[in-house]
């Protein structure tokens, strides 16, 4: 079984900053490829940055250079720090990764997590 958490969403002001976690654990052989999605109300699930296992980047390009992505590999942990938040921001933040299991060592699935709230308002 492999589970995938997040944490550190809430309400911040436009203009501030987030720090959002996400850690993935369980029966994990290795990891590819993490990344942050979100979902507006009455809006399609998007790609917000999405990392590699060797550290390459992309990011959707309503959040660039104002949103970075990271990971750590030894923790199976990818961070995405917000910065110059908008109300555009607002959405339900999911994380995913691609996680080959110990049962199953060559086969990635996609595991999600179950979505944290970010709410940019004055």
């Known amino acids: 079984q492999v589970q995938v958490v997040e944490s550190g969403g809430g309400l911040v002001q436009p203009g501030g900053s987030l720090r959002l976690s996400c850690a993935a654990s369980?029966?994990?052989?290795?990891?590819?490829?993490m990344g942050w999605y979100r979902q507006a109300p009455g809006k399609q699930r998007e790609l917000v940055a999405r990392?590699?296992?060797?550290?390459?980047?992309n990011y959707a390009d309503s959040v660039k250079g104002r949103f970075t992505i990271s990971r750590d590999n030894a923790l199976n942990t990818v961070y995405l720090q917000m910065n110059s938040l908008k109300p555009e921001d607002t959405a339900v933040y999911y994380c995913?990764?691609?996680?080959?299991?110990?049962?199953?060592?060559?086969?990635?699935?996609?595991?999600w997590g179950q979505g944290t709230q970010v709410t940019v308002s004055s």
């Open positions: 369980g029966s994990i052989f290795s990891i590819n490829a």
């Open positions: 990392i590699t296992s060797g550290g390459n980047t």
């Open positions: 995913n990764a691609g996680v080959a299991s110990l049962t199953r060592p060559f086969l990635y699935y996609d595991y």
